[in-house]
């Protein structure tokens, strides 16, 4: 099992562009979710889905767009980045809903937008 | 709204010493309670968890937890710090009546000094 990957590990954005953080698992979960991690912040929860078709808001999600059309695919889509999308993002899936199951992180994705 | 206190930015211990990581929430019923490590340039890995019974949790490592509903606590432990241990470690809780979705404290990061 490959567990979560992401893809890409590091981009740099100019202010206005939009992009595709693209995350994948193999292990069959229904739940998957994005983070953003600041420093000091610790992680906040931008999206979730708790299956195919069917996704949520979290704490943080201006700015940030997700779908869910396959068990193993979450992509987080950016429409129009701006500086304060400067961080590193994080996809997790769980067997079971996020708050009552051990995540599993992907390598996570440092974006830098200028 | 729930939140999680890691009181502690930076923790500094000698090697062979003990560690204790704080953990607060705030919760009106019993949560679902996590420790992640993270390791530089790496994602997050779970340590241990603790859903109900014994409140004294073991996880990998030689780290363990104790659950004290009485102070909404849930401190991380290891009798003998290793030079390996270093990392950033985060305590996250869930909680049904808040859709199960998983809240990160701001984390701490441990250095370890030889």
């Known amino acids: 099992n490959a567990g979560v990957t992401q893809t890409p590990k590091f981009q740099v954005l100019k202010t206005g562009q939009s992009m595709t953080l693209q995350c994948a698992q193999d292990?069959?979960?229904?739940?998957m979710s994005w983070y953003r991690q600041d420093p000091g912040m610790g992680l906040r929860l931008i999206h979730y889905s708790v299956g195919a078709g069917i996704t949520d808001q979290g704490e943080v999600p201006n700015g940030y767009n997700v779908s869910r059309s396959t068990t193993e695919d979450f992509p987080l889509r950016l429409l129009s980045a701006a500086p304060s999308q400067t961080s590193v993002y994080f996809c997790?899936?769980?067997?079971?809903?996020?708050?009552?199951?051990?995540?599993?992180f992907g390598p996570g994705t440092r974006l830098t937008v200028l | 709204a729930q939140s999680v206190t890691q009181p502690d930015i930076h923790i500094t211990v000698s090697e062979g010493a003990s560690l204790e990581l704080r953990c607060n929430y705030s919760y009106g019923a019993t949560p679902y309670l996590f420790w992640y490590v993270q390791s530089p340039g790496q994602g997050l890995q779970l340590l241990l968890k603790y859903f109900s019974g014994d409140t004294l949790v073991q996880g990998i490592k030689g780290f363990e937890a104790e659950f004290k509903r009485s102070q909404s606590s849930f401190n991380l432990r290891k009798p003998s710090v290793h030079w390996s241990d270093a990392a950033e470690y985060f305590c996250?809780?869930?909680?049904?009546?808040?859709?199960?979705?998983?809240?990160f404290g701001a984390g701490t990061i441990l250095r370890v000094k030889s």
């Open positions: 292990m069959n979960h229904e739940y």
């Open positions: 996250a809780v869930g909680a049904e009546e808040y859709g199960n979705k998983l809240v």
């Open positions: 997790a899936s769980s067997f079971n809903t996020g708050g009552a199951d051990t995540q599993y």
